[in-house]
């Protein structure tokens, strides 16, 4: 299973029983049913429940959105720590990959795990 699901699976003029969209999404029923408890609206009257494609579009789009950490100057993304950190006593490396494509390398602040960041040409 994906760790994050992609909105563009879901078509946004349908509607959708959990099982549907679990398994359009390529994630559990039971993920569909924690989404809803953390706020997807549903249509939850009747049984079975419904959610709205484009309510699931909109509603992941702006989960994902909110989870985003875009990255200041000088920092990378550690993958040990999960956050964006600083080159442990600002030590950075430039270098190139094998098809020209810049890459700045450190150690993380915290933890001291190797970070790479990769860089425009330009």
Do not use: H
């Amino acid at each position: 299973m994906p760790r994050r699901v992609s909105p563009a699976r879901i078509k946004a003029n349908r509607n959708y029983e959990i099982e549907e969209c679990a398994e359009a999404l390529g994630v559990t029923p039971q993920t569909v049913r924690q989404w809803i408890r953390q706020g997807l609206p549903a249509l939850t009257e009747r049984r079975p429940y419904l959610v709205l494609g484009w309510q699931v579009k909109g509603w992941l789009g702006a989960r994902q959105v909110s989870r985003s950490r875009p990255l200041q100057d000088g920092e990378f993304f550690c993958l040990t720590c999960k956050e964006p950190r600083r080159a442990a006593f600002g030590l950075t490396e430039r270098t190139e990959t094998a098809d020209g494509r810049p890459v700045l390398t450190g150690f993380c602040e915290r933890c001291e795990a190797l970070c790479r960041r990769f860089l425009s040409r330009t």
